[in-house]
């Protein structure tokens, strides 16, 4: 999934595993490895929402 710079108020809510930078940044986040961020980016989905909850239900 590229960036649709034309949708960048839904393009925020979405967390997409084919962009280095958003799994970088992710990853730094909550501290955790790049490849375990890819990992749960493709097991929950690109929502923020339920990566944020899921990562919050984890700690």
Known sequence: MTDDKSKTKEDRKLVSSEEPY???AF???YGIPPS???TIIKR???SRRKLD?????RN
């Open 22 to 24: 958003e799994v970088a």
């Open 27 to 29: 990853a730094k986040k």
């Open 36 to 38: 375990e961020a890819k």
């Open 44 to 46: 929950y989905g690109p």
């Open 53 to 57: 909850a899921y990562m919050a239900a």
